[in-house]
């Protein structure tokens, strides 16, 4: 097991490494800024692919993938605000298809009751 997980690591750092070299030569590359943004995600380095996906936001505004992913990685960073507007564009979206809308809507479910609650505790 410890071996799979050094291979992992090792394929997983030379991929980052590609994709380091890759948004040099090509900054607003979208495919490489979604991967780049997975591979932070799974470092758990939250604010650079928050980062990251911001910056791809900024370049497809629509792309309904990478809202999900700014609003789980927002979620991981303790802002609940934040994920939760950029679900919403999601399940609003013009653009989004049907199993989009649908994951976005379950989040919205799942961390409503969540706000509630803490709303809740937070008065007195």
């Not at 040099?24 to 692919?49: C, E, G, I, W």
């Not at 629509?62 to 399940?91: C, H, I, N, P, Y």
């Not at 013009?94 to 989009?100: I, L």
């Amino acid at each position: 097991h410890a071996n799979l997980v050094a291979k992992e690591q090792e394929l997983t750092k030379e991929a980052e490494a590609e994709l380091d070299r890759l948004l040099k030569d090509r900054p607003d590359d979208p495919a490489a800024l979604k991967t780049m943004a997975l591979v932070q995600s799974r470092h758990r380095n939250y604010r650079s692919a928050a980062a990251t996906l911001q910056k791809l936001l900024f370049l497809a505004p629509d792309d309904a993938d990478a809202w999900l992913s700014f609003g789980d990685v927002t979620l991981f960073m303790g802002d609940r605000t934040q994920a939760r507007a950029a679900w919403s564009k999601v399940e609003t979206s013009q653009t989004a298809t049907e199993q989009q809308r649908r994951k976005a809507a379950k989040r919205l479910e799942l961390y409503r009751d969540a706000a509630v609650a803490a709303q809740l505790e937070a008065t007195p």
